[in-house]
Structure formats: structure tokens, C-alpha cells
């Protein structure tokens, strides 16, 4: 073996708690990259194979009521390939054993037969038989939570009428892979169902026999989206078209797609921000290290070794440290992404979804981890291979002793000897001491970052379900209903407060930009149902002008004062020009507000509502599930507190362990940042540890010295840690924020202690072992002379 490969090894047994420090905060960078970029791999490529396996549509459209041979015009439509009508009904279901109430959505299939788009995958049993009009498949994540097989029966409300079903199939289909109701964010499969019915016997039970209400399509290569769009709109405009749009707007598609966003988000970001940090600490690391072994460099380039085969061996030495590290990170982000995997397997039904770490996010990783080595430590290696032996063996030139700044500002009673001993040896090494203090701010800025994750999803979800959303029901009528309806719910058992709505979509635009959302028309001082300013304050709706979304009104590029252009999409599809009153800030969703008595006047109609908000006794809820179960007008019952729960479940399984990941991550650089730190000052410091011990200094008064400048350095590095993590925070809100939802940029006073309390613990820790180990000094050896 050659003597520089054994003295290699040497090194890196030595430094083995250094070399291990650093290349966990290597595997933290990998395991970010690798989580990242292997669930973002797995998760498209099983849509994009469900998709074209099971021909998902492109385009879409509903309607009030069209004749089939409507879509015999829309298939002439230049650029339109296949055209599938389909009928469509919300619905409530009623299970034997399970008394909440149950959402749910029927669609139409050709009797007997697979749909021409939106192909069902049947898990169990089959289609429902032809002629038969009582058979039904079931969506596959209702029919598991609820043990359902072929053959079991349900009861089901369709356009007010009771009907008896029997379950012929369980399947799943690409147009629900996120199987949300339509008012909700997270999936309760336990309360919302989808249901596939032959589409004679669907027709029939909601009165639409030779007809349909929703139109799917795709489009031939080449073709035009806004042009086909814009000719579907028109052809479909006098049969109660409410505007045909893309699937890039589809609910199931459009939650998979920000789930996608948010993989590529931290692919990028997280890997960027703790890559750079291990960067900075390799160079840090090796340039002090290499200082310290000037004497050896000096001798082996005395004995004939040239800069080359020096270089090799150092960058040897940091291949070996960054190689555990990517190995490490490799493996740790392989097990994280397995089990998210098995997370998204319960909110997107792929049928399969295989994961593999992909050769693209191996290579990827270690092409960055060995330039971030390299950017790192090429600087201190080749300061070191270039300096002449005679230079190199002689001991750096004494440092000027005088009185530092800070030392002349403090009185000498309160400082003691060891306090100025601490000072000057800071001031004679600002640089050394500047980088200690910014590699140990950094780690207390990602600490932060993780405990504002953990304390902002917490005050996102407090305020949207206990400040805006304040009822415990929503419940959504079959069609808009007279307003009085609502003297009726108030008499039902267990009722305490009613408030009612209206909801019309529409297309809302501000000079280039438009955005597909619906006009909410609420009572002028809504209490079950509050918007916000942003100081938390609830808001009493004009009289005149509509209150949008802070984050839709940034997306129209619009301001208070502005007119917004509405194209109403329902009734007599009216033309309007609103004024922007004022913005609401919501973290859930987007939408645009304004009195139910302003929006019936848009409609031109009476007083009608389109549902109403219960607040609900408790202890009375049976009595009135089974009183709304009579009342063929609910098309649907919500229940807040599910999803709540359902809501919290995801934040929790996804956000919040993703932020822990984070502060496990980041805790880790701290202790790295800090032990290195100490190892290497220790190293430099040993002979002149040895010296003050001879002199008389007890092992206590020289341990206060080293731990003291250690505790400096934290301390000092801890309000500059926290406004790095302001910054950190302040951009990865940024980067996550959607119209689904926007994590407040809040910052508590636990997060500033608990970034504080992280590197001071990891302080303490580090000084335990520098304290061991200076009990291990030995003083004979250190204090030899430099022949």
C-alpha cells in the first residue's frame, strides 16, 4: 500500500467523528434530493400510465340539460378526437351500521359496457349487467373503508326519489384519483362516494332520458384547446353550458398536479439550501484541517511528493466523506420515499405505483454533492500543495498581541483572565471565528424554519376552522330553493342557528387574466361563515361590490377599487361589471364574496339559496341525520368537523413530517457545524492548552477557556441563526403557496427558543466530549518543539 493511501486511512480514523459530522449533513441534502425526486418519478409515472391506459379525457363540460344528438355537433368541432356524454347526479347514500350522512356522485356508463373515455379499473366484481337497473360499482376507497364487496346493497337518494342499489363492482377510474367531494380539500372516504350506473337506468332516476349533463372529450394532435374551448362553449351555451374547461382544472387532476409542484419545490429547494450549508462546512472543515497538518505537507513534499499526488490524497480524503454521506443520504432517502409511497397510495388510487430510485436522481446527487466538495475544499487543498517545503515547515509567524475592541469596551474585573485569554484569541482569528459563527447561525436558521412549519400549519388550520368556518353543517340543495326554506331547518331537532347561501359559478376577469371560481352570496354580516381581513378581523360584506381571495385578487392582478368583468355561467348567463370592495385572507381555497341579496339581484331572481350553514347540538345529531334524510331538497350534508379531522390527518402525515424530517435534518448540521468547530479548535489550540495547564492552569480553568469561546460563538451566532431563518421561512411560504391552500407567515415565540435551545444543546452536548477529551490530552507530546 502506498504510504500516502496508509496515512489516508489514518486520517479518516482519526477524524472519524468529524468525517461522520459531515457527511450526515451530506445524507441530509441527499435524502431531500432523493425523497424528492423519487416520489415525484413514482407519482407521475403511474398517472401518465393510468391516463393512457384508461383514455382520461381532456376536456370537460357541464350542462344544465342537452339532447344526444348535441354531441353528435360536437364531435364536428375542428380538433375534437372522441366525445363522450355521460349523466351526472350528486346524491346521498345509507348504509346499515353507519348513521352520517353520505355524499356521493353517479355517473353514467354505456349499459353493459366500459365508458369510450374515463375507462373504469375494476378491482372486484364487474359491471353492472345490461337492462339491469338497480346494479352499481362502487369507487374502490369507499367500498374498502366501509368493507363493502359485490353483492352487498345500499340505499340511495337520486333527484329526491329512494332507490335501491346492489353492488355489481368496485373500480377506480382516472377522473377520480383524488376522490374529493366537491366543496372539500381532503378525501373522507368513508363519507363520499362515486358510483358508475348503466345510463339507461341513471337517466331515468334523474329525469334525463335521451339527454346528458356533462361532456367529456379529448383532442386530436395539433388542435387548438382555446379554440375548441371557445366553439363548445357556444354550442353548448343555449343548453345551460356553465363553460368547458380543461383537465388541467379538474379536481382530481388538479390536486395530483399541486402535489407534483411541491415534490419538484423541494427537489430543488431543501436540497439547495442544506447542500450549500455542507459546502460551506467541508471547506471550513478542510481548510482548518490542512492548516493544522502543515508540518506533514511540508515533510512529504520534502521527501520527493508533488502537488499532484498531495491534491490526490486530500481529495481522496473528501471523496471518502462525501461518498459515506451520499451513500447514507441515498439510503435514508430510498426507506423516506417507500413510506410516502405508502401515504399517497391512500389519497391517489393508482392502481399501481411502483417505487424505484431513478439512475437520473443517483447520478444527480452525486454530480452536486462532489461540486459542492469540490467548490468546498479545492481552494484550502491547493493553498496547501502549493506552499514551498521550507515555508511549510516553519510555524506561522506569531499573531500581534494587543487588546481587541470588544476587550478595551469591557471592564477587566468582569472579564478575569480567562475571559481575555477568550477575546483576544477571537480577535486575533476574526475570520475563523466569522465562519464558525455563520456555519452555526445556519443550522439555528433551519431549526426554525422547521419549527415555523410545525407552529404555521397549526394557526392555518385554528383559523380556517375556528375562525372562518364556524358551522358544524353545510348542507347543498338539488336546485336553488326559496330563501324561506331556511324556517324550516331551524324547527328540525337540534338545530341552533341557521345561515344560507347562494352559489353561482363564473368566469372572473381583469384585463388579460381570468379565473374560473364561483360568486358566494352570504348574509351582509355572516356568522357561521366569516371572511377575514388581513388582521384577522371578520368583515361585513358591502352593500355593493364583491370582496375576492387576497391570493385570486393577486392572481388577477387586481386591486380595491378595480372593476372586475363577471361572466356568469347558470340562469341567463349575464354580463356584469363588479367592483372590487375589499380582499379577504383565507389560508384554504380562493373565492369571491358578496351579500345573497346583491348575487340574487345579479340573477335577476327572488330570494332563492343554494344551501345553508347549521350550527348543530351534539348530543342531538342522530335525530337530525335521520330528519335530513326525509328531505329530498339536501342534495348533500357536509360535516366540518370530518373535515377538519381529515385535513389535519393529511397536514400531519404529509407537512408535519415532512417539517420533523426538516429539524431532524437540521439538527444534525448543527451538532456537525459545532463539533467540528470545537475538534478543530481543540486540534489548533492543543499546545497552547498543554502550556497554560503546565503553567498551573487547573484542567477546570483551561476547560472554561475553550467551552467559554464555544459558548461565545453560539451565542453569537443565535440572533443572526434567526434571521436566516426569517429569510428561509419567508421563502418557502412563498414557493408552497397555491390556491389550495397558503401557510401563514407567522412566527411564534417558541420557534425563536426552540432554534435557540437546538444549537446550545448541541453546544453542551459538543462540549461534554471536548471536556472528555481534554482529560485524554497528553502534554509531553504536544509540547515538543517543531525540529
Known amino acids: 500500500m502506498l504510504t500516502l493511501d496508509q496515512k489516508l486511512l489514518r486520517d479518516l480514523w482519526r477524524l472519524k467523528g468529524q468525517a461522520l459530522a459531515i457527511a450526515v449533513v451530506i445524507a441530509g441534502g441527499v435524502m431531500t434530493l432523493i425523497l424528492s425526486v423519487t416520489t415525484l418519478e413514482a407519482l407521475s ?407 415555523y412549519q410545525l407552529d404555521a400549519v397549526e394557526t392555518m388550520i385554528d383559523q380556517q376552522y375556528r375562525q372562518v368556518l364556524r358551522m358544524d353543517m353545510e348542507l347543498t340543495f338539488v336546485d336553488a330553493i326559496p330563501a324561506r326554506a331556511a324556517g324550516e331547518l331551524r324547527h328540525l331537532p337540534g338545530v341552533l342557528a341557521v345561515e344560507t347561501w347562494r352559489r353561482v359559478p363564473v368566469t372572473l376577469s381583469h384585463g388579460h387574466r381570468e379565473a374560473r371560481t364561483s360568486l358566494l352570496g352570504m348574509e351582509a354580516e355572516p356568522r357561521l361563515r366569516q371572511v377575514l381581513d388581513s388582521d384577522g378581523r371578520a368583515q361585513r360584506l358591502p352593500e355593493e361590490g364583491v370582496l375576492l381571495t387576497r391570493y385570486l385578487a393577486d392572481q388577477l392582478g387586481a386591486k380595491v377599487g378595480d372593476e372586475l368583468h363577471v361572466a356568469v355561467m347558470e340562469g341567463q348567463r349575464r354580463q356584469l361589471t363588479l367592483p372590487l370592495a375589499a380582499l379577504v385572507d383565507e389560508p384554504l381555497g380562493v373565492g369571491a364574496y358578496l351579500t345573497r341579496t346583491q348575487l340574487n339581484r345579479v340573477m335577476v331572481e327572488g330570494s332563492a339559496i343554494s344551501g345553508a350553514w347549521l350550527l348543530v347540538d351534539p348530543a342531538r345529531r342522530e335525530a337530525l341525520n335521520a330528519a335530513l334524510w326525509e328531505m329530498p331538497a339536501v342534495a348533500a350534508i357536509g360535516r366540518l368537523d370530518e373535515a377538519e379531522r381529515g385535513i389535519r390527518d393529511y397536514l400531519d402525515e404529509t407537512l408535519l413530517i415532512a417539517a420533523l424530517i426538516f429539524v431532524a435534518i437540521a439538527t444534525s448540521i448543527g451538532f456537525g457545524v459545532v463539533y467540528n468547530n470545537a475538534r478543530i479548535a481543540f486540534a489548533e489550540r492543543a499546545r497552547e492548552l498543554a502550556t497554560l495547564q503546565v503553567l498551573g492552569y487547573t484542567r477546570a480553568e483551561v476547560a472554561r477557556i475553550l467551552l467559554g469561546e464555544i459558548a461565545l460563538l453560539t451565542l453569537a451566532a443565535i440572533p443572526p441563526g434567526w434571521a436566516i431563518g426569517l429569510l428561509f421561512s419567508r421563502l418557502l411560504n412563498q414557493a408552497f403557496s397555491s390556491d389550495l391552500f397558503r401557510i401563514p407567515l407567522v412566527f411564534t415565540p417558541q420557534a425563536f427558543a426552540f432554534a435557540a435551545s437546538g444549537v446550545l444543546a448541541a453546544s453542551l452536548l459538543v462540549s461534554v466530549m471536548v471536556v472528555i477529551r481534554l482529560g485524554r490530552l497528553d502534554k509531553i507530546r504536544v509540547l515538543k518543539a517543531v525540529e
Open 45 to 451: 409515472g403511474a398517472r401518465d400510465r393510468f391516463y393512457a391506459s384508461h383514455h382520461f379525457a381532456e376536456v370537460f363540460a357541464d350542462v344544465k340539460r342537452a339532447p344526444l344528438g348535441v354531441a353528435g355537433r360536437v364531435q364536428e368541432i375542428e380538433g375534437v378526437n372522441l366525445v363522450a356524454p355521460q349523466v351526472q347526479a350528486a346524491l346521498r347514500l345509507s348504509l346499515s351500521g353507519f348513521d352520517d350522512p353520505i355524499r356521493g356522485l353517479a355517473q353514467s356508463i354505456p349499459d353493459g359496457r366500459q365508458p369510450t373515455l374515463n375507462r373504469l379499473h375494476l378491482v372486484a366484481g364487474g359491471l353492472p349487467e345490461p337492462g339491469r337497473d338497480d346494479q352499481v360499482v362502487v369507487s374502490d376507497a369507499f367500498a374498502e373503508a366501509h368493507g363493502l364487496t359485490p353483492g352487498d346493497g345500499l340505499e340511495a337518494i337520486i333527484d329526491g326519489r329512494r332507490v335501491a342499489l346492489r353492488i355489481a363492482g368496485v373500480a377506480s377510474s382516472p377522473e377520480f384519483l383524488y376522490q374529493v367531494a366537491p366543496t372539500d380539500l381532503m378525501p373522507d372516504y368513508r363519507r363520499y362516494a362515486v358510483l358508475w350506473m348503466n345510463q339507461r337506468s341513471l337517466a331515468s332516476a334523474y329525469g334525463m332520458e335521451g339527454a346528458f349533463n356533462r361532456l367529456s372529450l379529448t383532442l386530436q394532435a395539433g388542435a387548438s384547446v382555446e379554440a375548441v374551448i371557445d366553439a363548445l362553449d357556444l354550442a353548448l351555451a343555449r343548453y345551460g353550458g356553465t363553460g368547458a374547461w380543461t383537465r388541467e382544472e379538474q379536481t382530481s387532476h388538479r390536486f395530483l398536479e399541486e402535489e407534483l409542484n411541491q415534490q419538484r419545490i423541494q427537489a430543488t429547494v431543501l436540497p439547495a439550501i442544506f447542500l450549500s450549508v455542507s459546502a460551506f462546512l467541508l471547506s471550513v472543515v478542510m481548510g482548518r484541517l490542512i492548516q493544522t497538518q502543515r508540518e506533514q505537507v511540508a515533510v512529504l513534499k520534502a521527501f520527493g511528493y508533488g502537488d499532484g499526488e498531495l491534491a490526490r490524497h486530500y481529495g481522496l480524503l473528501t471523496a471518502a466523506i462525501v461518498l459515506l454521506g451520499w451513500a447514507l443520504g441515498v439510503a435514508l432517502g430510498a426507506w423516506a420515499a417507500s413510506g410516502l409511497a405508502t401515504l399517497y397510495r391512500d389519497y391517489f388510487r393508482f392502481p399501481d405505483m411502483p417505487v424505484r430510485v431513478p439512475a437520473s436522481a443517483l447520478a444527480l446527487s452525486l454530480a452536486i454533492v462532489a461540486a459542492s466538495a469540490l467548490i468546498g475544499t479545492w481552494r484550502a487543498v491547493w493553498r496547501a500543495v502549493s506552499r514551498p517545503p521550507a515555508e511549510a515547515m516553519r510555524p506561522p509567524a506569531p499573531q500581534r498581541f494587543r487588546r481587541s475592541a470588544l476587550e478595551r469596551a469591557l471592564p477587566a474585573a468582569l472579564l478575569g483572565q480567562e475571559g481575555r485569554i477568550i477575546l483576544r484569541n477571537l480577535g486575533r482569528h476574526p475570520a475563523k471565528a466569522g465562519f464558525s459563527i455563520a456555519g452555526i447561525a445556519l443550522s439555528a436558521g433551519l431549526l426554525m424554519v422547521g419549527a
